[in-house]
């Protein structure tokens, strides 16, 4: 009788079984909600303060776009972990800017600042941009402006034009400022209709552009419920985008952490430099500069230079607009090279030759930051932490570029009155 009731009572303590289909419900729940709490807390981080020293999942604040490449989503935040935190907002316009009235108040002068990821600035605060600091710059000086950011990452010129035509012309704008790096034009950039429109042979010797990135998987499906819905899940979902980034990137670059080792500074030599060296280096700096904006080479870059410029100078008259072209970049060479500055200045008109003969006002960048801030070392204006130096401009970068815009819309804004 004992021996029963000791078989029995453990069974009967113990329950029945549970079935496999349950035991299976079971784990599918229990990872469900582990996922659900990890995508919480995830959202947690990036609503916080907690954003600035916790991992957080790097923001994707764009979708793939038939008509160029990838646009911006209106109304998308998220936090940009890449060389500086900053947290990110996309207008209802679908700009990286502040709200704007559709409407143009009367009296308002608009400018509509055109660019690559340099002037989009994601890197800095919405406040810190210094399309914001010169515009504040401006109003306090008594003028009614708005400085409006239309700019977006990928170095391709022709996205500034295609930006302009999609965001910026129905914002009713009185001049455009456009910056692009010198050697975006001579790079075969302006080639590459693999991420967003590009020149193309049309087979009669013009060039046209060209949508092949439309054959890409993500085009094909930007527009049906597939695409639709893997775009909000990686806009809405931090766990997901995780996921997705993971693809392409590691962990540390997903959560914006430090790299496992920082490369070391430089030690600087004691030994004095030599100038002679030092200006033929500057010198070789200037030819792939020279050969391009002087001599034309190489040909195929130039007649797609030439007709990106024809095409927004058209486009910009079309509409009424006035433009001053920045084209940033072009070296500059050391105190005391006077032929490299000889040549240099060379370069520099026969660019600013070409701007002039499409109706676009050309402005040297690069000269106006240094006259700006009144040195010609531009390289601290750039990185943060231990690799400032090089990348996008930090925050003292963003002010030295808003005194150069401050100062050149200032010249400009008699003539904008009085066209």
């Known amino acids: 009788m004992s021996s029963f009731i000791s078989f029995r009572l453990p069974r009967m303590l113990s ?18 909600l582990s996922l659900l709490l990890i995508d919480s807390a995830l959202r947690i981080i990036e609503l916080t303060p907690l954003w600035r020293v916790l991992p957080v999942v790097e923001g994707i604040l ?22 500086h935190r900053s947290q990110v907002r996309i207008n209802s316009l679908g700009l990286r800017d502040v709200e704007r009235d559709f409407v143009k108040a009367r009296g308002t002068i608009r400018v509509g600042l055109l660019g690559d990821s340099m002037v989009e600035a994601v890197q800095v605060s919405q406040q810190a941009t210094f399309g914001t600091l010169a515009e504040q710059t401006l109003r306090l000086q008594g003028h009614k402006i708005e400085l409006i950011n239309l700019a977006l990452a990928g170095p391709s010129p022709i996205r500034y034009l295609l930006r302009l035509e999609k965001r910026g012309y129905q914002l009713d704008l009185d001049v455009v400022l456009a910056n692009s790096a010198s050697r ?56 997901f985008r995780m996921l997705y980034l993971r693809t392409e990137q590691s962990w540390r670059e997903i959560f914006g952490l430090p790299a496992a080792q920082a490369s070391a500074r430089p030690v600087p ?59 940033r970049d072009i070296p500059l060479p050391p105190v005391g090279c006077h032929t490299v500055d000889a040549l240099r200045a060379e370069l520099v008109s026969a660019t600013a030759a070409e701007f002039t003969r499409h109706n676009l006002r050309f402005v040297d960048w690069s000269v106006a930051v240094a006259q700006a801030i009144g040195t010609p070392n531009l390289r601290p ?22 005194a150069a815009l401050t100062n050149a819309l200032k010249t400009e804004l008699p003539r904008i009155a009085n066209p």
Do not use: I
């Open 15 to 32: 329950g029945p079984n549970p079935s496999l289909g349950t035991s299976v419900a079971l784990f599918l729940g229990g990872g469900l």
């Open 62 to 83: 764009g979708q793939p776009d038939k008509e160029f490449g990838f646009d911006s989503t209106p109304g998308a935040r998220g936090v940009w972990v890449r060389e």
């Open 184 to 239: 975006s034009f001579f790079s075969g950039l302006l080639l590459d209709d693999s991420g967003n429109p590009a020149y193309v042979d049309s087979g009669d010797g013009r060039l046209v552009r060209g949508y092949s990135f439309r054959q890409r998987f993500s085009q094909r499906h930007a527009n049906n419920l597939w695409g639709r819905s893997f775009v909000a899940l990686y806009q809405a979902s931090p766990l």
């Open 269 to 327: 030599t004691t030994a004095p430099p030599d100038p002679v060296a030092l200006c033929n280096a500057a010198a070789a700096m200037l030819e792939p500069h020279v050969e391009f904006w002087l001599h034309h080479r190489p040909e195929r870059d130039w007649a797609a230079t030439a007709q990106f410029l024809e095409d927004f100078s058209q486009s910009t008259r079309a509409h009424g607009v006035q433009v001053l072209y920045a084209v």
């Open 381 to 402: 204006l750039h990185g943060f932490g231990v690799h400032r130096g090089d990348g996008h401009l930090n925050y003292d970068g963003h002010r030295a570029w808003a």
